[in-house]
């Protein structure tokens, strides 16, 4: 089924969005690109909604997801874009929760007789390429020296084993963004 990947990714984003967001979610914008473009993205949106929503309202699933938004004042909006190129990617959400914006963009990378895996290719304007999977622990940061080992100490003090290290920056000692994949649940 080719819309599968595309609803199993666009849950994941929908629960990561919602992990990322301290205030009620006000709107949300989804625009696809892609071979997306061409079928019925519904089912898609909804899988999201229903991922954003799971920790707000315990009767939300992908048949209600439209209602329990309309419910909750949540403006949603989707649009299509025929862009091409790889950079381009098949799911961009954009959600408004308070006075803050917060970007969150994926696509599905493998063809022919591969399984279809959906990865997380940007974070507010940061690209990366992330398995949205497990345990994760998303930071911001300047971009300077002893960063990443200061941060793997403390995780190390704490018992936690880093699986994967994912990292994004617009500039060198800018702001940068980092995505850490761990083998299990973090404490406080």
Do not use: C, W
Request: zero cysteines; a neutral charge.
């Amino acid at each position: 089924n080719l819309m599968q990947p595309y609803i199993e990714l666009a849950e994941k984003l929908g629960r990561f969005q919602a992990q990322l967001v301290d205030k009620p979610v006000s709107e949300v914008r989804i625009e696809f690109a892609g071979e997306i473009v061409d079928i019925d993205a519904a089912p898609v949106t909804r899988a999201f909604l229903s991922g954003l929503l799971r920790d707000v309202s315990a009767r939300v699933n992908v048949v209600n997801a439209f209602l329990i938004a309309d419910e909750r004042g949540i403006k949603v909006t989707t649009t299509y874009v025929r862009k091409t190129g790889d950079a381009t990617p098949a799911i961009h959400t954009e959600i408004h929760a308070g006075e803050s914006r917060q970007s969150l963009a994926g696509t599905l990378f493998g063809y022919g007789n591969q399984k279809r895996e959906g990865r997380i290719t940007e974070i507010d304007g940061f690209h990366l390429e992330a398995i949205p999977h497990g345990h994760m622990l998303v930071m911001k940061n300047r971009d300077v020296p002893g960063v990443i080992g200061s941060v793997g100490t403390i995780l190390g003090r704490g018992g936690v084993n880093i699986s994967r290290f994912h990292l994004g920056r617009r500039e060198r000692g800018g702001e940068a963004i980092a995505v850490i994949e761990v083998d299990g649940e973090l404490s406080k």
